[in-house]
């Protein structure tokens, strides 16, 4: 063999062995790439607005309960949650449900604080004022209620609806805030409905 060409062979055998080890390099990334979890990215949920959608979820279950929620307790409750809402950050489709949620809850409370107030006039216009901002809040239970009291003459839209029927309406809307709420910010939780 010639001086000359022993050196060319020894570049080629090299060049060779390179070549085959980089491609099997190459497929062995490739490999481990189809088999790699898939990374999906979460909503970021501050501890604030965890604890404002657990109040939430509490709430509801309260509310849904066999004995339901007193007016006291969901009075605290909702201040409560007002408080740790107003230091919560994150997820932006969570916060905007669990701001609704909270929205809902203050009319819920307002209409049913009206009760506090003495006279039949100064009760319904208290209710017919809060039932103003559910209609313009809910469209949908505007169109109910005034199905409900269609063809009679009230001087109060409320002295026609049922006190417990229009806080339901209202807390159904709160219910879908906060099962929206509770299914970005936590996919495992479900809310959990009463047995009765």
Known sequence: MDKALKPLLKLALALTVVTLFTNRIFQLVKVK?????????????????????????????????????????YGENLDNLI???????GDSKTLAAVR??????????????????EGYDELHACRDKVIKSVFHRYPDIEAKAKAAVAGEN?????????EQAVLHAIWEKTAKDTETAV??????????????
Request: aromatic share 6%; with cysteine; hydrophobic share 40%.
């Open 33 to 73: 790439a189809q088999y790699a979890p898939v990374v999906t990215s979460q909503a970021i949920i501050s501890t604030a607005l965890k604890a404002a959608v657990e109040e939430l979820r509490v709430m509801q279950i309260k509310i849904e309960g066999e004995g339901g929620i007193n007016q006291k307790e």
């Open 83 to 89: 408080n740790i809402v107003n230091n919560a950050y």
């Open 100 to 117: 609704s949620a909270v929205e809902g809850h203050k009319l819920a409370r307002a209409f049913w604080q009206c009760n506090r107030i």
């Open 154 to 162: 009230l001087s109060y839209i409320s002295a026609g609806l049922d």
């Open 183 to 196: 299914a970005v910010s936590n996919p495992n939780l479900h809310l959990k409905k009463s047995s009765s």
